[in-house]
């Protein structure tokens, strides 16, 4: 149970420093001074000394929603697949529940953008709504296939049973999964080409437009629920489709799991710095592909059991 918790700490405290990190390699990529691996902390302290200033045509969803917004994404911390072996975990969790509270925090979101009296938070929630509605079933359909790989319909049971027994029958399956999971783990989390996170242009925010009038404490635990929905997904991508490292050791199983999540991270980083941000109406073909992927998968592993 130690072990536990000393995990869930782990991934609460790496969190700003993982999106830190994305930033720092694009930078350095493009030839720029690169930021501190701390300025997710930096930014975080200096939001919580400034006021927080609420519109008065907002209501008090305002004040409650940015909680409601990373409340979901913390218990959905507690079912990850254990990083050591031997180690407490969740094991009756499955895929419905977890994008159930993934979803839950983006309504609450999306409530947030609307409460907010402007006309950018309401563009950016119907554009929120309207890409994850597409990455909700396609993220239920890959998981449920990891999950039949695994012999476990549990996101931790599935986890492990990856780790202990891989199963290279079913090779071709798992890859067309892990192409879907990575796909949906850029579009949930507003990532190039899907959102520019970096961006403050009107036209094509969908994030930041519904954060737009958000200030000081509200903003900080906004900022804090985005850094830990992307280490939520990528310590997914690591436990399921990156089965190695399991280990009794303690030390040596952290320092591969973390190494697992900086080359996610480095690899969104260079994907972001190599090509442009999509069109709108160009998503839903993204998306589709991941859909297209996860039915793959699923009828791969039906029909020819690869």
Do not use: C, W
């Amino acid at each position: 149970m130690i072990i536990y918790i000393v995990t869930l700490l782990v991934l609460i405290l790496l969190s700003p420093i993982l999106l830190s990190y994305i930033k720092a390699l694009k930078m350095i990529l493009l030839f720029k001074k690169p930021i501190s691996l701390f300025q997710g902390y930096r930014n975080f302290a200096k939001l919580l000394s400034k006021e927080s200033v609420i519109s008065k045509e907002s209501s008090a969803i305002t004040s409650y929603a940015p909680f409601l917004v990373l409340s979901p994404l913390l218990i959905a911390l507690l079912f990850l697949p254990p990083v050591v072996h031997g180690a407490y975990y969740v094991s009756f969790v499955d895929a419905f529940t977890l994008t159930g509270l993934i979803s839950l925090s983006t309504f609450f979101l999306m409530l947030l953008g609307l409460d907010s009296a402007s006309a950018f938070g309401g563009m950016g929630s119907s554009r929120e709504a309207f890409i994850s509605a597409l990455v909700e079933p396609a993220m239920i359909l890959t998981i449920f296939s990891v999950s039949l790989m695994a012999n476990s319909l549990g996101i931790g049971q599935a986890g492990v049973n990856l780790a202990i027994h891989f199963p290279k029958e079913h090779m071709a399956s798992f890859i067309f999964a892990a192409i879907s999971f990575y796909v949906l783990l850029i579009a949930e989390n507003g990532r190039i080409p899907v959102d520019n996170p970096e961006t403050h242009l009107e036209l094509t925010m969908v994030h930041e437009a519904m954060i737009l009038d958000i200030t000081g404490v509200n903003l900080a635990i906004i900022e804090s629920a985005a850094s830990i929905k992307f280490i939520l997904f990528a310590s997914l991508f690591a436990s399921l489709f990156m089965p190695f490292g399991y280990s009794d050791t303690i030390f040596l199983a952290f320092v591969v799991f973390i190494a697992k999540l900086f080359v996610i991270a480095s690899s969104v980083a260079i994907l972001e710095v190599n090509i442009a941000k999509l069109r709108l109406f160009k998503v839903p073909n993204l998306l589709g592909l991941a859909i297209v992927f996860a039915f793959l998968s699923l009828i791969t592993f039906y029909m020819l059991g690869a």
